[in-house]
């Protein structure tokens, strides 16, 4: 089944304490990103990957790293999460070409 | 000015009903654009992709008006099915990006 998993689905940590989601897709799509969704403010990309090794801020990288060494995987780390950082996030993932995104079944993330 | 708007609703409509929901783009360079469904505390779904011609599927319309630089979304025979929360999709012109609405919120009742 073609699919985009994410992992946790639900975590709640702590001020600083370094975090790592994990995105996998299995459809060899070479585009991935992350979104996050707050109340009011929609969807709003963190990250974005085009292929392995390659990867560019969104509108909101702060506090937010990514690495791409393999297709199908695109984590999304927090070094130092803080408050403000709670929120519902979704990996995404398409073929270059194609705007049909596929989306990750979010993870959904307290920070107190 | 936000890039995409859309009213948030909720819209409450009876089941049957047909329904409308417009939303706004900004940047009048923006070339692609998507309707895609959300159900609550899910992920997005691409409903229809929006072509300057319009298009139909099934109970669902989309058309795009360029020189007003609003897209629509119209839903005939409304279902219980169809509640959820609509998100309006443009993609500005940048080979890497989609630029989300905040979504329209439908709910349908008996």
């Known amino acids: 089944e073609a699919q985009v998993t994410q992992n946790p689905r639900y975590l709640i940590t702590v001020t600083g304490k370094k975090l790592t989601v994990t995105c996998s897709q299995n459809?060899?799509?070479?585009?991935m990103s992350w979104y996050r969704q707050d109340p009011g403010l929609g969807l709003r990309q963190i990250y974005y990957?085009?292929?392995?090794?390659?990867?560019d801020k969104g509108d909101v990288p702060e506090g937010y790293k990514v690495s791409r060494k393999e297709k199908r995987n695109f984590p999304l780390i927090l070094e130092s999460p803080s408050p403000n950082q709670t929120s519902l996030y979704f990996c995404a993932s398409r073929q270059v070409g194609s705007y049909e995104q596929y989306f990750g079944p979010g993870t959904r993330l307290t920070v107190t | 000015r936000k890039e995409v708007e859309q009213d948030p609703g909720p819209f409450n409509v009876p089941e049957g009903a047909t329904v409308a929901f417009n939303c706004t783009y900004s940047?009048?360079?923006?070339?692609?654009f998507f309707w895609y469904r959300q159900d609550c505390r899910k992920e997005p779904k691409l409903l229809m992709s929006v072509y300057s011609s319009g298009n139909e599927d099934g109970r669902f319309t989309a058309q795009l008006n360029r020189a007003s630089q609003y897209i629509s979304l119209l839903i005939r025979d409304s279902k219980l099915s169809d509640s959820a929360t609509y998100l309006c999709v443009v993609n500005p012109g940048t080979a890497s990006k989609l630029t989300f609405g905040t979504g329209t919120r439908l709910q349908v009742t008996l």
């Open positions: 940047n009048s360079a923006s070339q692609s």
């Open positions: 990957s085009m292929n392995v090794e390659v990867t």
């Open positions: 459809m060899n799509h070479e585009y």
